[in-house]
C-alpha cells in the first residue's frame, strides 16, 4: 500500500543548490543558501552563506560570499567574510579578502591575499626616562 521512498544522499541534502558540470552560465549568481558548482559560470556570484567550487567548476568572476570552498579554476576577486579553503585542486587567479584562510598543499593561488580581521592597535610602552609613548602594532583578531 505504501510505496518506500529511496533517501536522498547526504549531497542533496546538505546542498540547497547545486549548478551541474555541463552547465554554463553568463551572468551574475545571486544565492541566499548554500550553493556548490561544477559548471561553468561567467559573471559574478553573490552568496549570503557558502559557496563550493567543484574541482569540475570553472569561474571567471567575482565571489562574494560567507564561507567559500575552492576545489576548480577561480579567475576574479574574492571577498569571503568567514572560512575561505582552497583544496589542493585549485587554481586561482586574483585578490583575495579573508577573515580564515585554509590552503592545502598544491593549491595554486596567484594573486594577492589580504586578512580583514587584522586590526591596527597602539600599545603603551614607557622609554628609558619613564615617559609613555604609543607604538603601533598589528594584531591578528580570530
Known amino acids: 500500500m505504501f510505496s518506500k521512498i529511496a533517501p536522498k544522499s547526504n549531497l542533496e541534502t546538505m546542498v540547497a543548490n547545486k549548478i ?8 551574475d549568481l545571486n544565492a541566499q543558501t548554500d550553493i ?3 559548471g561553468k559560470i561567467i559573471g559574478n556570484i553573490t552568496c549570503a552563506s557558502k559557496v563550493v567550487i567543484g ?4 569561474i571567471v568572476g567575482h565571489i562574494k560570499c560567507n564561507d567559500l570552498t575552492i576545489e576548480g579554476k577561480v579567475k576574479g576577486n574574492l571577498e569571503v567574510n568567514g572560512i ?11 585578490d583575495v579578502k579573508y577573515k580564515k584562510l585554509i590552503v592545502e598543499e598544491g593549491a595554486a593561488i ?11 592597535k597602539p ?4 622609554d628609558q626616562n619613564g615617559q609613555t609613548k604609543a607604538s603601533i602594532h598589528q594584531q591578528h583578531v580570530g
Open 20 to 27: 551541474n558540470e555541463g552547465t554554463v552560465i553568463s551572468g
Open 36 to 38: 556548490r558548482i561544477d
Open 55 to 58: 574541482a569540475t567548476s570553472q
Open 84 to 94: 575561505l579553503f582552497f583544496r589542493t585542486t585549485a587554481g586561482f587567479e586574483g
Open 110 to 120: 596567484n594573486g594577492s591575499l589580504v586578512n580583514v580581521s587584522s586590526v591596527v
Open 123 to 126: 600599545i603603551q610602552q614607557s
